[in-house]
């Protein structure tokens, strides 16, 4: 054992490494990036290009379907007023990123590999169900858009529940990308985001939005006048762009880059690039949701059903027929917004729509395949085979799709965009509070480990988005609910249990913060039931993680 450098994990003191724990010292075969040397200690534009990748990765869950949807719907409801919460959003999501990137570069380890050493059994399995829950719900809201992309494409030939069945091949083209190596892979990624940006943006040129009243949207931070739908806008915003899973997914992927983790200055410049990598691919993803928030705001604020009809029969659109001839407002989601481009600016404008929407789905499913399978791998410290995560997660993900789509009609498919995003928010407490405990522990990140500033604010920040996350779920359950007595009980022992793990998330969150002398540190209740405990010192801690785990 004298060969390893081990952190301990709270139910077994010495873990003894082996080929399938992920903990053994054997090389690394997964292609690595490797980072040139530079000869000046300025900024370098090679240094930055090879550490591009994670980040890019990482902002397309900032724009998957759901997030689109979102969009769309909050620049219909308050037009331009909701941008200061976009950006808001944004930046929150910067701030998580951050702490979660800056987990996996000191370490070496991602969150959920942290989140098997550092938890109880029971609080640790409970946290990884959550996760799959949202990598689940995440993948069934890019199985909807994907499908109807797919209908909207084919001019109805395709229906929507083979649409959804089509999705499978997205398991088959995952599983062949990657085989082509991890810059090609990442290049992928990066034509997709151009996808979306050209498709959006170009929806942007043709509707030509108000350019003082989006500039003063996003600085105002007020939204005068506003409904109750606006507010409740402004919270599915938040829910739909920080989600827990991408926290989990960002840790993971800044292991593919080649740091020696024994010196310090190697640390310090893999986490400044990093940071500018995220921050770039971030800003990008904002622009791209502030065109499509835009786009709806000029196009479809105020606007009733009939006004959308009455363009669609116009110009003789033989997608007319969702829009009822009455004059409540409009709701839309990302098929009725697709129908309303091509009435307005002409069928072009649908397909183009159709097509940022298909890269949209495409790309972020591919990288949940990557989410799911760091936290199968981390919480459970076992692996397994590519083929075998992809297929679980995309199959329990059809299932219900499927079922929407072949007995229902599409305004029941879109319309679970709202209950995933609820199903999300729930789970984000076991995304923030973990990285923010990892980060904030001295004898996990060392030199590296968060100062006082940076916990207030991401702690705070953190309360203030679960908050308005937990009164989004709390409302779309009050006015949804079915008074049935077995689904009653059901709720109550789920809440139970909920909110008994978060309690031992922010105990154990406190408890990592405080040094080895504390008193609530060296309570054999803590000691026996939180384990906050890692063992090892940090340049051990860093030892041991000098070849990290592979990259997927």
């Known amino acids: ?215 003063k949207g996003l600085v105002t931070p007020w939204c005068s006048n506003c409904q109750e739908s606006a507010l409740l806008q402004a919270v599915g915003i938040i829910g739909a762009i920080i989600m827990p899973h991408n926290l989990y997914l960002h840790s993971g992927l800044v292991k593919s880059r080649e740091v020696d983790r024994t010196k310090k200055d190697k640390l310090q410049e893999a986490n400044y690039y990093f940071f500018i990598e995220s921050s770039i691919a971030l800003f990008v993803s904002f622009v791209i949701n502030v065109c499509v928030v835009s786009v709806f705001a000029h196009g479809l604020y105020n606007k009733t059903n009939s006004d959308v009809l009455e363009i669609c029969t116009k110009n003789n659109n033989t997608y007319s027929d969702i829009f009822t001839n009455d004059t409540s407002l409009v709701e839309v989601d990302i098929y009725k917004g697709g129908v309303f481009l091509g009435c307005q600016f002409g069928i072009g404008a649908m397909y183009i ?62 319309g679970m965009n709202d209950l995933l995003n609820a199903v999300m928010s729930l789970q984000l407490p076991f995304a923030t509070l973990p990285v923010i405990a990892f980060t904030s522990n001295p004898r996990i990140m060392g030199e590296f480990t968060n100062g006082l500033g940076n916990i207030l604010i991401t702690i705070i920040l953190s309360a203030i988005i679960i908050s308005i996350n937990i009164y989004f779920v709390i409302y779309h359950t009050i006015t949804n609910f079915t008074y049935n007595l077995t689904l009653i009980i059901g709720v109550m022992v789920y809440s139970t249990i909920y909110l008994l793990m978060c309690a031992y998330l922010t105990i154990h969150l406190v408890i990592s913060m405080l040094d080895d002398c504390s008193v609530l540190r060296r309570n054999p209740f803590v000691i026996r039931f939180i384990g906050p405990q890692i063992g090892n010192t940090f340049s051990q801690h860093q030892q041991t993680n000098f070849s990290p785990p592979r990259y997927l």
């Open 1 to 215: 054992m004298s060969d390893y450098c081990l952190v301990p994990t709270m139910d077994e003191p010495h873990p003894r490494p082996t080929e399938t724990t992920g903990l053994s010292r054997k090389v690394d075969k997964e292609e690595k990036v490797h980072i040139p040397e530079s000869s000046s200690t300025g900024f370098s534009f090679r240094k930055l290009w090879a550490f591009t990748g994670p980040g890019f990765l990482m902002s397309i869950a900032y724009l998957d379907p759901g997030n689109i949807e979102s969009d769309l719907q909050s620049g219909t409801t308050a037009r331009y007023k909701l941008l200061w919460v976009l950006m808001s959003a944004t930046i929150l999501g910067l701030v998580m990123q951050r702490l979660s990137a800056r987990l996996g570069v000191v370490t070496g380890l991602h969150l959920a590999d942290m989140c098997y050493r550092q938890y109880r059994k029971a609080p640790r399995l409970f946290v990884w169900l959550m996760m799959e829950v949202a990598i689940i719900g995440s993948d069934m809201q890019e199985v909807i858009g994907t499908s109807i992309a797919i209908y909207l494409l084919s001019n109805k030939m395709i229906p929507l529940w083979i649409g959804v069945l089509i999705t499978v091949i997205d398991t088959l083209s995952f599983l062949m990308l990657d085989k082509y190596g991890l810059r090609k892979l990442e290049l992928v990624f990066g034509l997709f985001i151009v996808i979306m940006a050209l498709s959006f943006g170009y929806e942007f040129a043709i509707v030509q939005p108000d350019i003082e009243d989006m500039a």
């Open 353 to 414: 729509w159709a097509i940022g929407i298909l890269a949209a789905g495409q790309s972020s499913t591919m990288t949940g395949c990557y989410a799911g399978q760091f936290v199968m791998e981390g919480f459970l410290n076992l692996q397994w085979s590519r083929w075998k995560r992809v297929g679980f997660t995309r199959l329990v993900a059809i299932a219900p799709t499927f079922y929407v789509a072949f007995f229902s009609d599409i305004n029941d498919l879109t």
